[in-house]
């Protein structure tokens, strides 16, 4: 394959690359999602699994996507189809390439409107808006006003949900029309480093939180630790915990969606990807380990009991970060400074992983068909907001949910598999081995070679035929589904098909536009 001579964007440090790649992958997941699945799946007893999970399958994905978009990069390629021809050849990877926009472009569409609830609440916490809704019964009906679920003495409209997504999804058009040094890397550069100063702040205030209630002395932060870490070995064969562990694994390093991908295409030829993944690796896993499982479940124990913790885990991420720790923050000194950080703090982390997650179809727009990256903003910014309308109006008809579950769970776990076959089976292992130490400054441990080639694939497709077994029949023909809500289901698996469809006529579309003699996208 021929190199593509035609100049692009470059990341400006390597900080800055590892930073922004960092951004990608702290997300809502580490400080919501990881502590309801380390909740509901036995604190400790997860977490064996969990670090188990990050080295046969989270760090070799990660070194996987970063060779996988460099190699593309270097052709002329930052999106999913042009990177899997450059590896194949065959006409078909283009197609198949395609997840690779598909499913960050739909996660998107549904995550910056979640984003501008973080945006939102910490506007809330700042003014006192929900302080006097002191229980968690009605912390939720205030959510479920905001998000016009129900009118209630709280929100009667929807406008300021409306309002809040507006300003949240401008400023996505406005750092991503900036491009990938001036606007990505920049805000990474500013929002990373924030972002941990907020969450040790929240994590030394949980920990000093001591016992709120003296004749409960056992609820307290501490006891919350020790559920998080002190291991339970008879939950090793339990294997809901280990399937739950490696999914954690799959949002918390964004692996999957083809952002990783993305990001690594605007390095340069030798750039180290080994130590780069296992940098954002480890920062992503200090920021979910160390701060977001310092922050919500401690907290919640200390003020809620274990018991009343875990009941918390199991009704979602939303009960945890949305309706628990508000009340919380109305029983502590300075609880309206400590919610607008926490709020904050999740609003820089969704920000920084939405970006990301937007930036495939800005490159494919970009590059395939030389669109100005001002005008592929305005393009990309468009779709989303189109698309987000029926996820904000049938909320509680369970649209957004379908779109997580066909983007945000199945596809990252088909485009994952697609990934790794093409690199180690079609590629070839000892091509993509010497492409991944390339400009590597410590190489790459020999197991990993095994690992990547044999288990990390089997790991997938194991996940994949077990979702076929005991999932597929029921999740198809909805049978979970309420018969009021099939319709809206319905219209997000359309909506889903018809952008998939759009897709692969953009792609073709690109192809036949092609007049390189090499014949590359």
């Not at 919501?32 to 509901?40: G, H, I, K, M, T």
Request: charged fraction near 15%; proline fraction near 4%.
């Amino acid at each position: 394959m021929e190199e593509n001579n035609n100049k692009r964007e470059e990341w400006g440090t390597k900080v800055g690359l590892v930073l922004a790649l960092a951004g990608n992958a702290i997300g809502l997941g580490n400080f919501l999602r990881f502590p309801v699945q380390a909740a509901e799946n036995g604190g400790g007893a997860f977490m064996i699994p969990y670090f188990i999970s990050l080295i046969l399958l989270g760090i070799p994905l990660m070194w996987v996507e970063l060779t996988i978009g460099r190699f593309g990069g270097n052709r002329g390629h930052g999106s999913m189809p042009g990177m899997f021809y450059s590896m194949w050849g065959n006409r078909w990877s283009k197609y198949i390439g395609i997840l690779g926009i598909f499913i960050p472009l739909i996660i998107t569409i549904y995550y910056t409107y979640i984003e501008s609830w973080t945006l939102a609440f910490s506007f809330f916490s700042l003014t006192g808006k929900y302080f006097g809704a002191e229980s968690r019964e009605s912390m939720g009906a205030f959510l479920r006003g905001f998000q016009g679920v129900e009118s209630n003495q709280y929100f009667s409209n929807l406008a300021p949900a409306l309002i809040f997504f507006l300003i949240t999804i401008s400023v996505n058009i406005y750092i991503i029309s900036k491009g990938v040094s001036k606007g990505i890397e920049r805000l990474a550069n500013i929002a990373m480093p924030l972002l941990f100063i907020m969450a040790i702040a929240i994590a030394i205030r949980v920990l000093t939180f001591g016992a709120p209630d003296p004749s409960y002395p056992e609820n307290n932060p501490i006891a919350g630790l020790g559920f998080i870490w002190n291991p339970d070995f008879s939950q090793l064969t339990n294997g809901t915990v280990w399937l739950a562990a490696s999914g954690q694994i799959f949002f918390t390093l964004s692996l999957g969606m083809g952002a990783i991908a993305t990001y690594a295409s605007y390095m340069k030829k030798d750039d180290d990807v080994a130590t780069t993944g296992i940098a954002t690796a480890s920062t992503n896993e200090f920021a979910e380990v160390i701060l977001g499982g310092t922050i919500a479940i401690p907290a919640a124990v200390a003020f809620f009991g274990l018991t009343g913790a875990q009941e918390i885990a199991k009704g979602g991420a939303f009960n945890l970060g949305f309706q628990s720790l508000p009340v919380i923050f109305q029983k502590i000194p300075f609880g309206q400074l400590f919610g607008f950080i926490w709020f904050l703090l999740l609003f820089f982390a969704a920000l920084t992983s939405s970006v990301a997650m937007s930036q495939p179809a800005m490159a494919f727009l970009q590059e395939e068909f030389r669109i100005p990256k001002e005008r592929a903003a305005v393009i990309v910014g468009l779709i989303l907001f189109i698309c987000c309308v029926p996820v904000i109006f049938f909320l509680k008809h369970g649209f957004l949910d379908e779109l997580d579950y066909w983007a945000g769970t199945f596809g990252l776990v088909l485009c994952a598999l697609f990934e790794v076959i093409i690199f180690a089976w079609i590629f070839r292992m000892d091509r993509g081995w010497e492409e991944l130490n390339r400009g590597a400054t410590t190489k790459v441990p020999k197991i990993f070679f095994y690992i990547i080639k044999y288990i990390t694939p089997m790991f997938l497709f194991i996940v994949l035929v077990t979702w076929f077994y005991q999932n597929a029949i029921d999740v198809l023909f909805m049978k979970n589904i309420a018969s009021s809500d099939k319709l809206y289901v319905w219209g997000a698996r359309i909506m889903m098909a018809t952008i998939f469809i759009g897709l692969a006529y953009l792609v073709r579309k690109s192809w036949r536009m092609k007049k390189s003699p090499s014949g590359v996208l």
